[in-house]
């Protein structure tokens, strides 16, 4: 076993020691649990031979009124208190969790967003300029092909600018795992979604790099050097790996916070009603 794999194994077995304690001190459920156990185990380790249930009735029943009710009286103020202060701690720590999750939800949403936008518009790029080749090798109109090849001088410049925010978003995404892989993990299947999202735009993004033209307008020879500097089959496959990717990253976000948002509203009449409404396609 390699150091790697030691410290993962070590690292999955205090987590799960940690839960299991966390669990028999903090939860009322593991509190009872752990009562019984010690209840069963207490001459083993020690501690003396507990009252069974009918010994301690018995040993009620002998002490003086005044006694039994303070006792019993001590019992359900005690009683009421936990389960008081249980209620209450479960409350605020599911409040917590909720904006956490809601916060998460908004900051993957709005991420997304922009690189639902950037990836579009260098779609759109990508399209123009296997465009305007189609235009040049067919030999269409003139002014077309000069108008074109004048307005793709001045989107070749703001493509510049959108790959390079297209490659900045494509190392800000591994943020996330690391800044919400507590929350991610609460929730079933959040962590595989978000890689399938991250995946599909990491692959998209390697298609960002088609050769782009440089031209100046004036150039006699300017639609030669077009269809010399623009690589078509490089266009299309960010093309087709638009095609390809957009709907997963969509597709697998929106699950996400459906699924992250979903532990938060419940189930209710209205979801049932419009999840039933919904067409397989």
Same mark, same amino acid.
Not at 117 to 123: F, Y
Not at 237 to 252: D, H, K, L, M, T
């Given at each position: 076993?390699?150091?790697?794999?030691?410290?993962?194994?070590?690292?999955?077995?205090?987590?799960?020691?940690? #839960?299991?304690?966390?669990?028999?001190?903090?939860?009322?459920?593991?509190?009872?649990?752990?009562?019984?156990?010690?209840?069963?185990?207490? #001459?083993?380790?020690?501690?003396?031979?507990?009252?069974?249930?009918?010994?301690?009735?018995?040993?009620?029943?002998?002490?003086?009124?005044?006694?039994?009710?303070?006792?019993?009286?001590?019992?359900?103020?005690?009683?009421?208190?936990?389960?008081?202060?249980?209620?209450?701690?479960?409350?605020?720590?599911?409040?917590?969790?909720?904006?956490?999750?809601?916060?998460?939800?908004?900051?993957?949403?709005?991420?997304?967003?922009?690189?639902?936008?950037?990836?579009?518009?260098?779609?759109?790029?990508?399209?123009?300029?296997?465009?305007?080749?189609? #235009?040049?090798?067919?030999?269409?109109?003139?002014?077309?092909?000069? !108008?074109?090849?004048?307005?793709?001088?001045?989107?070749?410049?703001? #493509?510049?600018?959108?790959?390079?925010?297209?490659?900045?978003?494509?190392?800000?995404?591994?943020? !996330?795992?690391?800044?919400?892989?507590?929350? !991610?993990?609460?929730?079933?299947?959040?962590?595989?979604?978000?890689?399938?999202?991250?995946?599909?735009?990491?692959?998209?993004?390697?298609?960002?790099?088609?050769?782009?033209?440089?031209?100046?307008?004036?150039?006699?020879?300017?639609?030669?050097?077009?269809?010399?500097?623009?690589?078509?089959?490089?266009?299309?496959?960010?093309?087709?790996?638009?095609?390809?990717?957009?709907?997963?990253?969509?597709?697998?976000?929106?699950?996400?916070?459906?699924?992250?948002?979903?532990?938060?509203?419940?189930?209710?009449?209205?979801?049932?009603?419009?999840?039933?409404?919904?067409?397989?396609?």
């Amino acid at each position: 076993m390699t150091g790697n794999e030691l410290k993962i194994t070590m690292m999955k077995l205090f987590s799960t020691l940690s #839960y299991i304690t966390n669990l028999l001190v903090t939860k009322s459920v593991g509190i009872l649990v752990l009562s019984i156990l010690l209840y069963y185990f207490s #001459y083993s380790l020690g501690l003396g031979q507990p009252y069974n249930f009918s010994e301690l009735m018995l040993w009620l029943g002998q002490l003086p009124e005044h006694s039994k009710t303070t006792v019993l009286t001590s019992i359900i103020t005690i009683s009421g208190f936990l389960i008081a202060f249980n209620i209450s701690s479960e409350s605020q720590k599911k409040q917590l969790m909720s904006q956490m999750k809601i916060e998460a939800c908004n900051d993957i949403e709005s991420f997304f967003n922009k690189v639902s936008r950037n990836i579009t518009s260098a779609n759109i790029y990508a399209k123009h300029l296997v465009e305007i080749a189609n #235009y040049i090798n067919n030999e269409a109109d003139e002014d077309t092909i000069q !108008f074109h090849l004048k307005t793709i001088i001045e989107e070749t410049k703001k #493509y510049h600018f959108l790959r390079q925010e297209i490659q900045e978003q494509a190392v800000e995404v591994h943020r !996330f795992q690391g800044k919400y892989s507590i929350i !991610f993990a609460s929730s079933w299947g959040v962590i595989k979604k978000l890689e399938t999202a991250v995946e599909a735009f990491c692959e998209l993004t390697e298609k960002t790099w088609f050769n782009t033209p440089i031209l100046r307008f004036n150039d006699p020879d300017i639609k030669n050097k077009y269809l010399r500097q623009v690589d078509i089959e490089k266009c299309n496959n960010y093309i087709n790996a638009y095609e390809n990717n957009f709907g997963v990253i969509n597709g697998a976000t929106g699950s996400l916070r459906g699924g992250m948002l979903g532990s938060i509203t419940g189930l209710n009449l209205s979801l049932i009603i419009n999840l039933l409404k919904i067409d397989a396609k």
